[in-house]
């Protein structure tokens, strides 16, 4: 079974569309995180939630919303999609903020 | 705020050579964690290894162990009998000890790649 699993794996589509990536973990964490991979391969924290709260928010346009419906889910909804927000997005999940995180294996949103 | 530096952005090993990654980070906190992942090109992102800054002895998995020294900020990975699985994207990470500091703080990451 996935411990961590994201749909979709791949994602493209046009500037200016709303797109959502969905992140679910079986582990039974409290922690989840969105992280965000450049064309460089440098990866940086957007958000985490803990129990379904919002735990960080960086530095991150506006037009990024996650939402954690429950505990083992965590979505990115991203609205009016711009060429430089393609990147693969990962989603991670820990036992508590202080654990081990453990990752998704990534979704790669490519913006036309 | 915390920093995490991979000077190497490549480097190479015989199969069943010994290669050493280095990774050195800037903190003014005494507790922390520091963790190497290992990114293969299906870009899963694996853990390989994880240190508690509060234990003096340096954490060992199988084939990969660390050398880390609090004082000089240097964590190193040593992977022993390289193997060909073991090429990928090795990456360096941060994570406070505290709850509210739970990022991961990642280096810019060290491509190895195995020969045969």
């Known amino acids: 079974d996935t411990a961590v699993s994201q749909t979709p794996k791949y994602l493209v589509t046009q500037m200016g569309n709303d797109k959502s990536i969905k992140c679910e973990q079986n582990?039974?964490?409290?922690?989840m995180y969105w992280y965000k991979q450049d064309s460089k391969k440098f990866l940086k924290i957007m958000f985490s939630?803990?129990?379904?709260?919002?735990?960080i928010n960086e530095t991150v346009p506006n037009r990024f919303s996650p939402k954690s419906p429950d505990k083992a889910h965590l979505n990115l909804h991203i609205n009016s999609l711009e060429l430089g927000d393609s990147a693969v997005y990962f989603c991670?999940?820990?036992?508590?903020?202080?654990?081990?995180?453990?990752f998704g294996p990534g979704t790669r949103l490519t913006v036309l | 705020a915390q920093t995490v530096t991979q000077s190497q952005p490549e480097m190479s090993v015989q199969e069943a050579e010994t290669v050493t990654l280095s990774c050195t980070y800037d903190?003014?906190?005494?507790?922390?964690?520091l963790f190497w992942y290992k990114q293969p090109p299906s870009r899963q992102m694996i853990l390989v290894i994880r240190?508690?800054?509060?234990?003096?002895q340096n954490a060992t998995e199988n084939r990969f162990s660390v050398n880390f020294q609090k004082a000089a900020k240097s964590f190193s990975l040593k992977i022993s009998d390289s193997q060909l699985g073991d090429a990928a994207m090795y990456f360096c990470?941060?994570?406070?000890?505290?709850?509210?500091?739970?990022?991961?703080?990642f280096g810019e990451g060290t491509q190895l790649t195995v020969n045969p």
């Open positions: 991670a999940s820990s036992r508590d903020p202080t654990d081990t995180q453990y």
């Open positions: 582990l039974g964490h409290d922690t």
């Open positions: 939630y803990n129990n379904k709260e919002l735990i």
């Open positions: 903190t003014s906190e005494s507790d922390y964690y």
């Open positions: 240190q508690e800054a509060y234990k003096q």
């Open positions: 990470a941060y994570r406070s000890a505290w709850a509210s500091g739970s990022r991961l703080t």
